[in-house]
C-alpha cells in the first residue's frame, strides 16, 4: 500500500515552491491552533486545572471543538472533546442544546455530556471523544453488510431522540461519528435542534415560543434562536425594511434563476404560498395585484412579499421538501429524509449527492430523481404549489445507484467495465436536456484511492481489476430491501414517510439484533 503510494508521488516532479507554501500553510494554521488553544485557556481559565487540550479537530461557524486528555484520578488519561460555543451564541439556544445532550444524548448511539464549563460568555461542551473516520474517505471501501449497519445504528440514535420530540435539522455524516474499527456510533451536534409540540425537552419548547416571537422581534447579532445558521438571522433583519427585503429577495431568486439558467434553463421552479396568495402580499400597496400566479415567472408583487416564517436549519443538500418549500409544520420526518439522503450517498458511492447552495436548486435536484410530478403532488399535500417549467420523471433507485457506483447486480458485467465506469463516467448520466448538476468524487481522489489499494508493480491499477473481481464487498448483491427502505425513506410526503422506529422493523434490517 504504502509502495504503491510512493511510487505515485515518485512520478510528479518535484514542486519546491509548493511544498514551501504547504508547508508554510501548515505552520501557519498550527501556530493558528495553539494561538486559539491559549485563547480558551483564558476565556476559560477552569479548563488549566482538568484538561491538556491538543488539537483541534473541528470548526464550524458557531463552535470550534478539540480533542483534550483529562487526568482521571486512576491515573489514566481520557479522551475528551471540547466544543467551544462562539460567545454570541444565543443562551437559549446553548441550554437546550445541552439538555438535548443530557437528557436523550448517552445512549442507544447519542452524544453524551460530561461536563459544562462558562465563564462569562464563553460555554465548553465537554463530551467523551469518539474517534471518526471522515465519510468521504471511507465511502468508496465500505462494505455493504458496514452500510447495513451504520444505517441500523443511525436509526436507531434518531428513534431515541425523536421519542424525546427533538428534531434534530442538521443530520449528515459529519454529525453522526463513525468509528470503524470499534463499531461505534454517536450522533452529535444539537445546535440546531427543535422540539415537536409534545417535546420532553423543556428548554426546546422556549427555543420554540421565542422564535415565534422573532418573526417580527428585531433581534442583532446574536445566533438565531429560531434555527437557521446562515440566513435568518438576514432575514429576521430585512423584513423590518421593505426596499431591503425586496433587494435581498430578488437576489435569491437571481441565484436561483442564474444557476437553472446554466442547466439549460430545463428546471425552474417556484414555490407559492397555497391560495393564500394574495392575502399574504401584506407588506406590499393594496393595489398591486400578482400577475404570475400559476406561470413559471416571479413578478414583483411576489418578490416584495414578506418572506414566510419556517424554520430552514440544516444544510440545502439533506433538506426535506417540505423544508425548501418553507412549510411551517415540520416534524421529525425532516431527520428521516436526510437520512435518506445519507443512504443514497452510500449507495451510490457519492457523496455529496446533491449539491445546492439554495433552496430551490435542491428541489429541482430532488425532482430529477423522484420525479416532478410527484414532487408538485406531494408538496399540495402540505399547503404548498411548486410550478416547474419541464416535466422529469421519477428513476428508479436501484439503476440510479447502481449506475453511480458502476455496479450491477442483475446481469453479470465484466469487472474491468466496472471500474472503468465508476471512474470515468459523469456522476449521474441523466440525458443531457435534463442535466442536472450532481456532485462526485473528484476523479483524481478516485485514482487516487484505487492505487492506493494497488500492490506493488508496474501495472498496479490492473492488478486492482483483477483483484477487485473477487471482492466486491457485497455490492453485487444488494437486496431489494434495501432499495425499498430508502424508497420509503426519500418519500416526498412527510406525513407518509417512514419513522425512525419503523425502519429498524423494516425487512432490511430483519436478521440484526434489536
Ligand atoms: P458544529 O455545530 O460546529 O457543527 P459539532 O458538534 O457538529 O459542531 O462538532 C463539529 C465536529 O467536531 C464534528 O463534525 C466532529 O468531527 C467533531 N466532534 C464533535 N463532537 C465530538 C466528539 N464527542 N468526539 C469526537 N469528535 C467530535
Ligand atoms: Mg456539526
Ligand atoms: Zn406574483
Not at 444524548?105 to 442507544?108: A, K, L, M, V, Y
Not at 427533538?166 to 449528515?172: L, Q
Not at 404570475?292 to 406561470?295: D, G, H, L, W
Given at each position: 500500500m504504502e509502495a504503491s503510494l510512493n511510487t505515485y508521488q515518485d512520478e510528479?516532479?518535484?514542486l519546491q515552491a509548493e511544498n514551501f507554501y504547504r508547508k508554510h500553510e501548515k505552520n501557519s494554521k498550527l501556530s493558528g491552533v495553539k494561538k486559539d488553544i491559549e485563547k480558551l485557556y483564558e476565556a476559560v481559565p477552569q479548563l488549566v486545572k482538568v484538561f491538556k487540550i491538543k488539537e483541534k479537530i473541528g470548526e464550524g461557524t458557531f463552535s470550534s471543538v478539540y480533542l483534550a486528555t483529562a487526568q482521571q484520578q486512576a491515573g489514566c488519561e481520557e479522551k475528551m472533546a471540547l466544543k467551544h460555543l462562539i460567545p454570541t451564541s444565543h443562551p437559549l439556544r446553548i441550554a437546550a442544546e445541552l439538555q438535548c445532550l443530557t437528557i436523550a444524548?448517552?445512549?442507544?448511539n447519542v452524544m453524551g455530556v460530561r461536563y459544562c464549563f462558562r465563564k462569562n460568555d464563553h460555554v465548553v461542551i465537554v463530551m467523551p471523544y469518539l474517534e471518526h473516520e471522515s465519510f468521504l474517505d471511507i465511502l468508496n471501501s465500505l462494505s455493504f453488510e458496514e452500510v447495513r449497519e451504520y444505517m441500523f445504528n443511525l436509526f436507531k440514535a434518531l428513534r431515541r431522540i425523536h421519542h424525546f420530540g427533538?428534531?434534530?435539522?442538521?443530520?449528515?455524516p459529519s454529525n453522526f461519528l463513525y468509528n470503524r474499527q470499534l463499531k461505534e456510533y454517536a450522533l452529535v451536534d444539537f445546535g440546531l435542534a427543535q422540539g415537536t409540540p409534545?417535546?420532553?425537552?423543556?428548554l426546546l419548547r422556549v427555543v420554540q415560543s421565542e422564535s415565534q416571537q422573532e418573526g417580527s422581534v428585531h433581534h442583532s447579532v446574536q445566533r438565531s434562536v429560531f434555527g437557521e445558521r446562515n440566513f435568518n438571522i438576514h432575514s429576521s433583519t430585512y423584513q423590518e425594511s421593505p426596499t431591503i427585503k425586496l433587494i435581498k429577495q430578488s437576489k435569491v431568486m437571481d441565484v436561483a434563476s442564474r444557476k437553472l439558467a446554466t442547466k439549460k434553463k430545463i428546471i425552474s421552479t417556484k414555490a407559492v404560498n397555497n391560495g393564500v396568495a394574495k392575502k399574504a402580499?401584506?407588506?406590499?400597496?393594496?393595489i398591486l395585484t400578482c400577475d404570475?400566479?400559476?406561470?413559471d415567472r416571479v413578478c414583483s408583487v411576489c418578490l416584495s412579499r414578506r418572506q414566510q416564517v419556517a424554520p430552514r436549519a440544516g444544510t440545502p443538500g439533506f433538506r426535506a421538501p417540505e423544508v425548501l418549500t418553507k412549510c411551517p409544520t415540520q416534524t421529525t420526518a425532516i431527520d428521516m429524509w436526510s437520512a435518506g439522503i445519507i443512504f443514497l450517498s452510500l449507495l451510490s458511492g457519492?457523496?455529496?449527492?446533491y449539491k445546492a447552495s439554495d433552496d430551490l436548486t435542491a428541489l429541482a435536484q430532488i425532482m430529477t430523481i423522484r420525479g416532478s410530478r410527484e414532487t408538485i403532488q406531494a408538496a399540495k399535500t402540505f399547503g404548498k404549489s411548486v410550478l416547474c417549467t419541464k416535466e422529469v420523471p421519477a428513476q428508479d433507485l436501484r439503476t440510479l445507484c447502481e449506475r453511480l457506483r458502476g455496479t450491477n447486480s442483475s446481469c453479470a458485467k465484466s469487472t474491468s467495465d466496472m471500474h472503468t465506469n465508476s471512474l470515468y463516467e459523469p456522476a449521474l448520466a441523466i440525458e443531457s436536456d435534463k442535466k442536472v448538476e450532481f456532485a462526485s468524487q473528484p476523479l483524481g481522489e478516485k485514482i487516487q484511492h484505487l492505487k492506493n489499494n494497488c500492490h506493488e508493480g508496474d501495472n498496479g491499477l490492473e492488478i486492482k481489476i483483477t483483484e477487485k473481481a473477487t471482492d466486491l464487498k457485497g455490492w453485487d448483491r444488494v437486496p431489494d430491501e434495501a432499495y425499498d427502505l430508502l424508497d420509503k425513506l426519500l418519500d416526498l410526503n412527510p406525513a407518509t414517510r417512514i419513522t425512525a422506529k419503523e425502519a429498524l422493523l423494516h425487512h432490511f434490517f430483519k436478521d440484526i439484533r434489536q
Open positions: 510528479q516532479p518535484p444524548g448517552g445512549q442507544d427533538i428534531v434534530h435539522r442538521d443530520v449528515k409534545d417535546t420532553k425537552i423543556e402580499a401584506n407588506s406590499c400597496p393594496a404570475c400566479y400559476a406561470t457519492r457523496y455529496p449527492f
